[in-house]
């Protein structure tokens, strides 16, 4: 069993910067082995999309909306990943979650709400 909690949304103006974290727990899993660690948004009456993941082989992958803005990126000693999110703008603004994938199983933060005012 994987815990996820994420971390460092709020209100930012359009242009700003936020740094999401996720920070995973659990009793018997190892940070490292877990996969395609990833963040994906859901913003209102909007399906839920894919922002940025690092794939198993260690690929990162980002969404055409936000490549060149957002980083996505971990550090195995914090089992924590991380998304920075620079020049951010009102369509940004979202429910933002982690994903991880711990062998056939997937798991789902909570969500960490972000908005972007113009």
């Known amino acids: 069993q994987v815990q996820l909690v994420e971390s460092g949304g709020g209100l930012v103006e359009a242009g700003g910067s936020l740094r999401l974290s996720c920070a995973a727990s659990?009793?018997?899993?190892?940070?490292?082995?877990?996969?395609?660690l990833g963040w994906y948004r859901q913003a209102p009456g909007k399906q839920r999309e894919l922002v940025a993941v690092?794939?198993?082989?260690?690929?990162?992958n980002y969404a055409e909306s936000v490549m060149g803005r957002f980083t996505v990126s971990k550090d195995n000693t914090k089992n924590t990943i991380y998304l920075q999110m620079n020049s951010l703008k009102p369509e940004d603004t979202a429910v933002y979650y982690c994903?991880?994938?711990?062998?056939?199983?997937?798991?789902w933060g909570q969500g960490t709400q972000v908005t972007v005012s113009s």
């Open positions: 659990g009793g018997f899993f190892r940070f490292i082995s877990l996969n395609d």
């Open positions: 994903k991880v994938r711990a062998g056939s199983t997937t798991y």
């Open positions: 690092i794939t198993t082989g260690g690929t990162r």
